[in-house]
């Protein structure tokens, strides 16, 4: 039996777009044991998905931590492994391969960017490629085979005690705290709220706990909307997706989830990240930018949602 390791460490966005080299990482080694070394927001999505016999924690000790880091390496090192799909790509996580001795001792064949690994993702021009398309020629690389958008059916759960309004547009209007370039105003989304209940439709606000106080603002703009922050598990937010219209989201990492159920998205973006190397992917996926997101009126998302909505019932790409 192989004994095969998964590097994944985060962010958010980033974790649930390794979902489907993960996949794929699965079904190649069909009969293998694979071991999924995460941090711990993580673990519990990485269990639902069914897709490893075990989940190592990794603390992600600071530099200095010398205990910590020969803790980990040894526990690699001894686990025996036959390969290792580096998904993180990270400095980190190549001095991990380095660590245990890279090319001058026996390793397991190493999926990455660790100088002398054995199935180097070798393009220079790696770093400008989306995510999900860089993982995919990471994995035809190491001879995985191909490594599409995530399967995110497995995320399931009940959401019946959220009272949701019959039709609703799911609203993601956090992100960062140390970006807030990225965020669209709260005004806004509470207008763009405002013109949904005149046209009959409900808004459901969903975001981190720490996001309480702006969920609660922008709520307040119609007594048709939810306001869920802080209330949702990743499973609920699958679940809610599915169940909404359409999705209006800042970029930011639940609006992953959101697009990866086949919801038709709108998402917006500001000069401060590019959409090319990080936009959520699915189905029916529209980005919107502007350089300064205050521009963007609600108005013309409002406008576009209907448009948006109607492609994905007939199939097209928006």
């Not at 004994?3 to 777009?17: E, H, M, N, P, T």
């Not at 547009?169 to 763009?192: D, I, N, Q, T």
């Not at 937010?237 to 909404?244: M, T």
């Not at 909505?309 to 928006?318: E, L, V, Y």
Request: glycine share 8%.
């Amino acid at each position: 039996m192989n004994r095969i390791l998964v590097i994944k460490l985060g962010a958010l966005g980033d974790f649930i777009q390794a979902l489907g080299p993960m996949q794929a990482i699965r079904r190649h080694h069909a009969g293998g044991y694979i071991v999924l070394l995460t941090t711990a927001p993580f673990a519990e999505l990485a269990r639902a998905s069914l897709l490893f016999d075990d989940i190592w924690i990794d603390e992600r000790a600071p530099i200095w931590n010398v205990p910590a880091w020969v803790k980990l390496i040894k526990k690699i090192r001894h686990a025996g492994f036959d390969r290792v799909y580096d998904l993180q790509t990270s400095e980190r996580t190549s001095w991990y391969f380095l660590l245990m001795g890279g090319a001058l001792k026996r390793v397991p064949e190493w999926s990455g960017i660790a100088p002398f690994c054995s199935h180097p993702h070798a393009n220079p021009k790696r770093n400008t490629m989306h995510t999900v398309d860089r993982q995919a020629e990471q994995m035809q690389l190491a001879g995985v085979g191909p490594a599409g958008l995530p399967d995110l059916s497995f995320l399931r759960a009940d959401v019946t005690r959220f009272r949701l309004p019959p039709r609703y547009v799911l609203l993601v209007p956090g992100g960062a705290r140390h970006r807030p370039r990225k965020r669209w105003p709260a005004e806004s989304y509470a207008a763009l709220i405002r013109q949904l209940h005149d046209r009959g439709i409900g808004s459901v606000v969903i975001g981190a706990a720490g996001e309480a106080e702006l969920g609660r603002r922008i709520a307040a703009a119609s007594a048709s909307a939810r306001n869920l922050v802080g209330q949702t598990s990743l499973a609920e937010i699958a679940v809610l997706a599915r169940g909404a219209v359409a999705a209006v989201g800042n970029d930011t990492g639940p609006m992953h989830i959101v697009a990866a159920t086949g919801c038709p998205c709108l998402v917006l973006f500001s000069a401060a990240s590019d959409p090319a190397l990080c936009a959520p992917r699915g189905p029916a996926v529209k980005i919107v930018q502007r350089v300064n997101l205050a521009d963007l009126p609600a108005a013309e998302v409002a406008g576009t949602l209907p448009r948006l909505i109607a492609d994905r019932g007939t199939g097209r790409q928006p």
